[in-house]
């Protein structure tokens, strides 16, 4: 009798976040969407694209530069264009910058199976990290950054409140914050 080995049949695995095939990271600057963003992709094995590094590559210069030279306006039409871009693609991890998720109907018309999470900390909390190290922020800038941040989150909190998952990211380290998120994706996907 010939005892046949059948092979092992390679079948799809399916992905524990199937559901979701994006996830966007909106919140004020210094709320840690880069470092946690970074993180997540790794976890997940996902693209990840931090959209301030597109748009310095596209304009070939720093996003500083381009808000002095070419004003801010410009910087948010490349910035639109590059957010589009990175969202084309499944299986992405998108850290746009604070000012992204402003544009009218920008959240709203995120494709399907974009889990949105918004970073919330204070504006204390904001400035220490924004302005700490690394990347100028050039709507930081001026005498009293943490009022100027306070007046810029009051503005903008009634749209990073419409993400889906909300997270206290001012004490919680990178890591308890993309726990939170994959449980999050595997609870809802
Ligand atoms: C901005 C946030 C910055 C950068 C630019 C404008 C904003 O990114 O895109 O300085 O309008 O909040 P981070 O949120 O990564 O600091």
């Not at 639109?80 to 991890?93: D, K, N, Q, S, W």
């Not at 910058?97 to 974009?114: M, N, Q, T």
């Not at 100027?148 to 990073?160: G, I, N, S």
């Amino acid at each position: 009798m010939m005892v046949m080995t059948v092979p092992a049949v390679d079948r799809p695995v399916p992905h524990p976040h199937s559901g979701w095939q994006r996830v966007v990271l909106v919140g004020f600057m210094g709320s840690g969407k880069s470092t946690v963003g970074r993180l997540l992709a790794h976890r997940l094995e996902w693209t990840f694209v931090d959209l301030d590094d597109e748009v310095e590559a596209r304009a070939d210069c720093s996003v500083d530069e381009l808000f002095r030279v070419a004003g801010e306006a410009e910087f948010r039409r490349v910035e639109g264009e590059a957010g589009a871009a990175a969202l084309a693609r499944p299986r992405t991890v998108l850290a746009p910058g604070g000012g992204w998720s402003l544009a009218p109907g920008r959240l709203e018309g995120l494709p399907a199976g974009s889990l949105t999470v918004w970073h919330e900390v204070t504006p204390e909390v904001a400035v220490r990290r924004a302005t700490g190290h690394g990347r100028v922020r050039p709507l930081l800038a001026g005498s009293d950054p943490v009022e100027r941040a306070r007046e810029l989150l009051r503005q903008r909190e009634e749209v990073y409140r419409r993400a889906r998952l909300h997270l206290e990211a001012g004490a919680a380290t990178p890591a308890a914050l993309v726990n939170a998120i994959v449980a999050h994706m595997k609870g809802s996907a």
